[in-house]
């Protein structure tokens, strides 16, 4: 059973960015949606976005404007480019994927993901 891998998590400075990475070495990979989520300590895991096959990314509220997600099917890959980054974006990142790369993905709810990734760390900090 293939995982995503997530990577490029860090430290940044409040304003910085980070991009994190998310491998997912499946044959279709260009079918499937994926998914980034972050958790913090004592809260419960929070999305922070998707992109689906066809590709279109949707945000919510709170890391619109400054979260961006991306893939390159070529490389099994999608990315979470974060800019303007804000203490409070730190978190564990995680990704996920779900088969239904064709569906508007923000309607793919959180236990609808098949496979998810063991997180990294991002740490906002001065």
């Known amino acids: 059973q293939v995982q995503p891998v997530e990577s490029g998590g860090g430290l940044a400075q409040p304003g910085g960015s980070l991009r994190l990475s998310c491998l997912f070495s499946?044959?279709?990979?260009?079918?499937?949606?994926i998914g980034w989520f972050r958790q913090s300590p004592g809260k419960e895991r929070e999305w922070v976005g998707c992109?689906?096959?066809?590709?279109?990314?949707h945000y919510p509220d709170s890391v619109k404007g400054r979260f961006t997600i991306s893939r390159d099917d070529a490389k099994k890959t999608a990315y979470l480019q974060m800019n303007s980054l804000r203490p409070e974006d730190t978190a564990v990142y995680y990704c996920?994927?779900?088969?239904?790369?064709?569906?508007?993905?923000?309607?793919?709810?959180?236990?609808?993901?098949?496979?998810w990734g063991q997180g990294t760390q991002v740490t906002v900090s001065s």
């Open positions: 996920a994927t779900d088969r239904h790369g064709g569906a508007y993905c923000p309607a793919i709810g959180k236990t609808d993901y098949e496979f």
């Open positions: 499946e044959r279709n990979f260009d079918y499937y949606a």
């Open positions: 992109i689906s096959s066809a590709p279109s990314s």
